[in-house]
């Protein structure tokens, strides 16, 4: 499969499209208007420095390269028409995922494979909302594709062997280790592994058992993990944590949401991106 098609370019779409098109993929990166796509220029010249920092044999003509094969469209129609696959980037909403999979349905070739590329939502929700649930799955890529190269590969129920080993391969040659998952599960392999951690450590720290710190240190001593749980909340930021958890029916989740607000981010303390969250990264 050659030919790319990447809808919606924010925060991971656009590292989708720079990351198949690095990997030698022909991309078309669409967007709901001509404005959105204008930034993407911008955007090119913030990843090619981490790319220079973070892969191996990366050259500023290989990256010169990459950004010649992407082509914005901000014409549906237009943008998926030799699409070999199509992979949506769009906001985690159902409707707007929903939508958005029914207008592609009317305009895309035969031959094209959908990926959604959703966090939290099943394809078998977005399935029947396209013209063919049997060439439609999951392909979810972590932030920092680059460096954080899984890609974990969802079928539903009636998606067909043919259309999930070609996104598989797919994968592969743009970088990414695939992980195969045959039964549909919210949170793919990942967050069921990272959530229940992460939820285990907050339980700690609420009922007064440990420190931060001493809560941190006991994992990556014990483990050899090279990170404790409250520094993998600073990497994601309080705001995901905060908004899972405040209206939670569970009193300690809620009580953990108060004194993440009212410790960190009503101070500004958001983790790593400003400098500051469980821990100050600032000196
Ligand atoms: P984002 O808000 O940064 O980008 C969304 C983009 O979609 C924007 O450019 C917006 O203009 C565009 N858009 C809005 N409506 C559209 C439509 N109808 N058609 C096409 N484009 C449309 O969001 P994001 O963080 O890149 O997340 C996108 C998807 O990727 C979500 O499903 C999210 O769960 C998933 N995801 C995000 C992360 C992450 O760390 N941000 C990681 C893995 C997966």
């Given at each position: 499969m050659q030919n790319l098609t990447v809808l919606g370019t924010g925060v991971l779409g656009s590292q989708i499209i720079f990351q198949s098109a690095y990997a030698g993929k022909t991309v078309v990166a669409y967007d709901i208007n001509d404005d959105i796509l204008a930034k993407l220029p911008a955007r090119w010249e913030q990843l090619k420095p981490a790319y220079l920092r973070d892969?191996?044999?990366?050259t500023s003509e290989k990256l010169d390269a990459a950004v010649a094969r992407i082509r914005p469209s901000s014409d549906l129609a237009d943008a998926v028409r030799d699409a070999d696959l199509i992979i949506e980037a769009v906001p985690e909403r159902l409707d707007i995922k929903q939508q958005t999979w029914e207008q592609v349905s009317k305009v895309a070739p035969a031959k094209t494979i959908f990926a959604t590329n959703s966090s939290?939502?099943?394809p078998s929700d977005i399935a029947?909302?396209?013209?063919r649930p049997e060439k439609f799955l999951a392909m979810h890529f972590a932030n920092q594709i680059w460096m954080f190269n899984v890609c974990e590969i969802m079928e539903h129920p009636g998606t067909d062997s043919v259309a999930f080993d070609a996104a598989v391969g797919f994968a592969t040659e743009i970088g990414m280790e695939p992980v195969r998952i045959h039964k549909e599960q919210p949170g793919y392999v990942l967050n069921s592994l990272l959530v229940p951690f992460l939820d285990a450590a907050a339980q700690l720290l609420v009922r007064g058992v440990s420190s931060v710190e001493d809560i941190d240190k006991t994992w990556r001593i014990s483990t050899?993990?090279?990170?404790g749980p409250f520094e993998i909340y600073d990497i994601v930021g309080m705001n995901t944590p905060y908004n899972l958890s405040k209206?939670?029916?569970?009193p300690e989740k809620r009580k953990f949401a108060e004194l993440i607000k009212t410790e960190y981010i009503d101070k500004g303390y958001l983790g790593i991106a400003t400098g500051r969250g469980f821990y100050d990264y600032s000196k």
């Open positions: 892969v191996p044999g990366a939290t939502l099943l029947p909302f396209t013209d050899g993990a090279p990170k209206d939670s029916a569970d």
